[in-house]
């Protein structure tokens, strides 16, 4: 079964049609809008007036975190009002407490993120604290995807060129499910890894657009992040978009005081990973260091201990998912391909 957002209005100011457009879905006359203090500023009072003003009865929840209680109160408020859909405002967050308690609740659910920073803003996973760590849910992507390129735009330069860093990783991991399918015969969809593999290609054609402006940044990694969910849509899993680059990435997480942004991590841990794979990393390297993207472990306030140890240890999070790391390597072998990779 392929579940896929049915409707994406990606324009300057597509914020104003988000009443027009969930009536075009039949999404129902009742939403209920999940933001935090700094989204309402954003994006989501806008939102608010244009779901009111186009007669939908809208009723608004503030939410911190993306944790199960969260979701509860969501799905509270669901009931209270009989809100017939679900609105996220804002960046990974709200879209996954959003995503995952309407998934619950049996609703559909319209994202309308306001920085383009990574590709789970139309994904089908969503992913809550539970008792110490995060856990990522199956749930549903959403039925309506709004990029309001103004609003996108003004987030700073550092979002959309993460959002950048986390398309490029698709090389990567499209790499390690190759190699999965090889050693240990796991099935991998064709579409979903050229899509995958594509919308990684096309950061690599678009990089100096990427670099340019705000607006075209934003249009050109918008579209990639809706097409790398797609892609994860497609195999009915992260597979195609996360590899041995993200489990580094999440290794970084756990140990850094202040981890850097997910794509700015994973693509530094690409280049590392296309390096083991004997492909073009040098590729991966100057397409980050166009577009603005750090490409040192410094650049992302690891120092050298910790990005090898992070590497030594990824795969130990995800023994199941199979990757260029499954194989052990040695702290020598991995210190020689920073340095060769010039990552330290
Ligand atoms: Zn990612």
């Not at 306001?114 to 089908?124: E, K, L, P, R």
């Given at each position: 079964m392929i579940e896929l957002p049915r409707l994406i209005d990606l324009k300057l100011h597509a914020i104003e049609n988000i009443a027009e457009d969930s009536k075009k879905l039949l999404m129902g006359d009742t939403a209920a809008l999940i933001v935090d203090e700094i989204t309402y500023k954003l994006a989501g009072k806008r939102v608010e007036s244009v779901l009111d003003d186009g007669g939908i009865d809208t009723h608004t929840l503030f939410i911190k975190k993306a944790t199960m209680e969260e979701v509860e109160k969501a799905r509270e408020l669901y009931k209270e009002t009989g809100a017939e859909f679900s609105v996220a405002v804002g960046g990974g967050t709200v879209i996954d407490v959003s995503k995952y308690s309407s998934f619950l609740s049996n609703m559909p659910f319209a994202s309308v993120p306001?920085?383009?920073?990574?590709?789970?803003?139309?994904?089908?996973r969503a992913s809550i604290k539970g008792e110490g760590r995060s856990h990522s849910y199956e749930a549903r992507p959403p039925m309506l995807v709004i990029g309001d390129v103004e609003t996108l735009s003004k987030a700073p330069p550092r979002f959309a060129i993460s959002g950048a860093g986390d398309l490029l990783s698709n090389k990567t991991a499209v790499l390690d499910w190759l190699l999965s399918e090889r050693i240990t015969g796991e099935h991998v969809s064709q579409y979903a890894s050229l899509l995958s593999n594509a919308t990684a290609d096309a950061v690599i054609r678009e990089r100096r657009e990427i670099a340019a402006d705000a607006i075209r940044r934003t249009y050109s990694v918008f579209k990639g992040l809706i097409s790398s969910s797609m892609a994860m849509c497609i195999a009915g899993s992260s597979r195609p978009s996360s590899g041995a680059e993200h489990l580094i990435s999440h290794k970084l997480d756990a140990v850094l005081d202040s981890p850097a942004m997910h794509g700015e991590q994973v693509g530094i841990a690409a280049i590392f990973t296309m390096y083991l794979h004997g492909g073009d990393w040098k590729e991966i390297r100057k397409t980050l260091s166009t577009i603005g993207a750090?490409?040192?472990a410094k650049g992302i306030g690891a120092d050298e201990d910790v990005m090898i140890d992070a590497i030594m240890n990824a795969q130990a999070l995800r023994p199941n998912r199979y990757t260029i790391l499954s194989s052990s390597m040695t702290k020598k072998a991995v210190r020689k391909g920073l340095e060769i990779t010039r990552i330290i």
């Open positions: 306001t920085a383009a920073s990574h590709d789970g803003i139309s994904s089908a750090p490409t040192t």
